[in-house]
């Protein structure tokens, strides 16, 4: 699944594709990608103009004239891409939204996880899942204060609890598997019992991996692109995720992979204490 570092990278090699174009026909090839009324989803949105791309943790914020904002989760596998509005359909294309210009954004997912919603600018929080998130790494709320709190309050383990999104929004098994590791915690620790001192060693290593990631344009493992049709350049940073039965690069432990909240997850015995 996209992560925030792969959904920052699409927004911003988006906003050049699209920004400014006008949008004359949106085709919706498998309606269930979008999740509001379909009908004035294909009906209010010619006319309408893309003013600018936002993101909110996963989500894609695309803004349009007429106070209206697209608001788009990739889920497993979605993706965008420009083209022509003559060029060949994929199988995988769901819905294109057609340009005065004579180009189309497409939207293609294998899965057909994505979800799309039309809403009015401004009510995203009050009308789609971004109003359950917590706050982003890196951004002024999320202090070492209100970490250290809001763990104490959690009665899971770490891992699940950076990825359940409600205290940290944006963090996907790829990057809770690296900043566990970074600050070795078990992912099987109680979020709860967890020390100050690397709870707050723990937030600035989520700062720091998804600044890095986002500036090597996110992580690709299996099918992630941006818009572009580029691969991510991370992957070559993972330490452990995908390194199940290696030697850990700190102790040479060989790394284990656990199933936690469902997840595949790969920690080093040595390295990573338990917190009970």
């Known amino acids: 699944m996209p992560e925030m570092p792969e959904v920052e990278t699409v927004r911003r090699t988006l906003i050049p594709l699209v920004k400014g174009k006008t949008i004359k026909k949106v085709t919706l090839w498998f309606p269930k990608i979008v999740s509001t009324d379909h009908d004035k989803f294909i009906n209010e949105l010619p006319g ?19 106070n209206l904002t697209i608001v788009s989760h990739l889920r497993m596998e979605g993706k965008y891409h420009l083209t022509s509005v003559n060029a060949p359909k994929d199988k995988h294309d769901h819905v294109q939204f057609e340009f005065t210009d004579g180009t189309a954004l497409r939207y293609n997912d294998v899965r057909k996880f994505g979800r799309m919603q039309l809403v009015l600018t401004g009510t995203e929080r009050m009308t789609t899942g ?29 891992k699940s609890t950076l990825l359940d999104q409600t205290i940290v929004a944006g963090l996907g098994n790829i990057y809770v598997d690296e900043v566990l590791w970074r600050t070795k915690i078990h992912p099987l620790s109680a979020a709860s019992k967890i020390s100050r001192k690397k709870v707050i060693e723990l937030r600035k290593n989520i700062n720091d991996i998804i600044s890095l990631a986002i500036k090597m344009h996110g992580t690709t493992v299996h099918t992630y692109l941006d818009a572009n049709g580029h691969s991510g350049g991370f992957q ?41």
């Not at 309408?48 to 007429?66: E, H, N, Q, S, V």
């Not at 330490?239 to 936690?260: D, F, M, Q, S």
């Open 130 to 158: 971004i109003g359950k998130l917590g706050y982003e790494p890196n951004s002024a709320e999320f202090t070492d204060d209100y970490f250290i709190d809001s763990l104490k309050r959690k009665k899971k383990n770490i």
């Open 236 to 276: 070559k940073e993972l330490k452990v995720y995908g390194h199940a039965g290696e030697p850990c690069v700190v102790c040479g432990t060989t790394l284990k992979k656990i199933k936690v909240a469902g997840r595949g997850t790969t920690f080093c015995p040595h390295c990573q204490v338990i917190y009970k």
């Open 48 to 66: 309408k103009k893309i003013i600018d791309i936002d993101r909110y943790a996963k989500f894609l914020l695309i803004r349009l004239t007429g």
